[in-house]
């Protein structure tokens, strides 16, 4: 399910936009977050991370901000 998001929706979403660059942040979807339960395993990550990096390629000249939040537990 979210590899197809990735795949088509945001794509599909960022052409509408000019960019000048993409924010990645948080981990709340992993599959040991209690509260979501959204489930993305280490490699649903991984895949969204590989994602990202074509993203701000393609659409804001390689600019991305990754920032890390959390520690609910």
Known sequence: MYQRLWDQL???SLNNF???FI???G?????LYPISRLMVTR???KYMGNKMRELE???CYGRLIVAQEGGYN
């Open 43 to 45: 490699e649903g990550f």
């Open 57 to 59: 390629e393609t659409y």
């Open 27 to 31: 981990q709340d979807a992993t599959a």
């Open 10 to 12: 945001l794509h599909q």
């Open 23 to 25: 924010v990645s942040a």
């Open 18 to 20: 000019i960019l000048n």
